[in-house]
């Protein structure tokens, strides 16, 4: 299994505009798109997989209870290759920034549910 990039990158992008920064603060501060890149496609290995269900609601008129059910990968860990400009941001800043979106945003389409966390375990 992989994960997409774009969704480290998203994170990242939220925790740094959750710091109170702008994504795009014009041609004299920092442009967040721009300074920041994460490889496209980032392979995942795992512990154990498993699935979670619940109930969600259709969309439409005549909304309907289904129930829904998502693979969940427990004990997951990836390599993460990021690139930054570094008069932006500092390697410091960049890990702070990868833990805040770990353990506040994560990555996933559960991630608001608490899936997805994850943390800086080593840095190359």
Not at 49 to 74: D, E, F, K, M, P
Request: with cysteine; charged share 20%.
């Amino acid at each position: 299994p992989c994960l997409l990039g774009k969704a480290f990158q998203d994170a990242m992008k939220e925790a740094f505009i959750s710091c109170g920064f702008k994504e795009s603060t014009g041609k004299a501060g920092t442009d967040f798109k721009r300074t920041i890149s994460i490889a496209s496609i980032v392979p995942v290995s795992f512990g154990e997989a498993g699935y979670s269900q619940h109930l969600a609601q259709t969309s439409g008129l005549s909304r309907v209870n289904v129930i829904t059910q998502q693979n969940v990968l427990h004990d997951w860990h990836c390599d993460v290759q990021v690139n930054a400009l570094e008069s932006a941001f500092p390697k410091q800043t960049i890990i702070e920034l990868f833990n805040m979106a770990g353990t506040f945003i994560g990555v996933g389409s559960r991630r608001g549910e608490g899936y997805g966390r994850f943390h800086v375990t080593e840095v190359k």
